[in-house]
């Protein structure tokens, strides 16, 4: 029983460890989820709306990730900067 719990411990840590973040799609993209939570926070008027806007931009960048794990590089580059650039024009409005 003991070293089934350690083993579940371990698997558990596992999943939250770095190296799962295996290409450049998954660090661009979890620091861009990383921004956009921040830029709530700190520069909107965290409304219903903006949230929403925001969720669209999540969006992008999670298909995005998936679409460049995939090996299409170039259309998740400009997935990636569609969802990076539509989050700013809603903050500047």
Known sequence: MRSHS???????LSVFSVRNMATLFDVVTVTSFVGLAI?????????IRTLLYFMVS???????NQVGNAGHYIF??????????????????
């Open 76 to 93: 998740a580059g400009i997935l990636v900067l569609a969802g990076i650039g539509f989050a700013a024009l809603v903050i500047r409005r």
């Open 39 to 47: 830029a709530f926070f700190q520069f909107s008027d965290r409304e």
């Open 58 to 64: 999540a969006i992008v960048l999670a298909v995005a």
């Open 6 to 12: 350690k083993a579940l411990c371990r698997s558990a």
